[in-house]
């Protein structure tokens, strides 16, 4: 059964840069040639879409993300990556990865993520 895993640094300060990496395990990450994508919900607040990386490693992000955001795929490694530049306190969220547009697999706990001003 496929696992999804996303880890980060917890906490990090306004402006920084966030990196974090989801993990597949159980299965891989090309199974099915599936596209997989990043997802927040910040705190009492809806999911939001960050963005998609295919199989072939061609991206898309959330145009109110864009401009900060970078995913990546390691499909050796089994890993999808997120990194975020210039981070804001309203970034704070739990972040989580499946794939896209749906997410097949069973979601993992995500990874809180808490930036502090």
């Known amino acids: 059964q496929v696992q999804l895993q996303e880890s980060g640094p917890g906490l990090v300060k306004s402006s920084q840069t966030l990196s974090l990496t989801c993990t597949v395990s159980?299965?891989?990450?090309?199974?099915?040639?599936?596209?997989w994508s990043w997802i927040r919900q910040p705190p009492g607040k809806g999911l939001e879409w960050m963005g998609v990386?295919?199989?072939?490693?061609?991206?898309s992000y959330n145009p109110s993300l864009k401009s900060r955001t970078s995913i990546s795929r390691d499909n050796v490694k089994n890993t999808m990556y997120l990194q975020m530049n210039s981070l804001k306190p309203e970034d704070t969220a739990v972040y989580y990865c499946?794939?896209?547009?749906?997410?097949?697999?069973?979601w993992g706990q995500g990874t809180q993520v808490t930036v502090s001003s």
């Open positions: 159980g299965g891989s990450i090309t199974t099915s040639y599936y596209a």
């Open positions: 990386i295919g199989y072939d490693g061609s991206t």
């Open positions: 499946n794939t896209y547009p749906k997410g097949v697999f069973s």
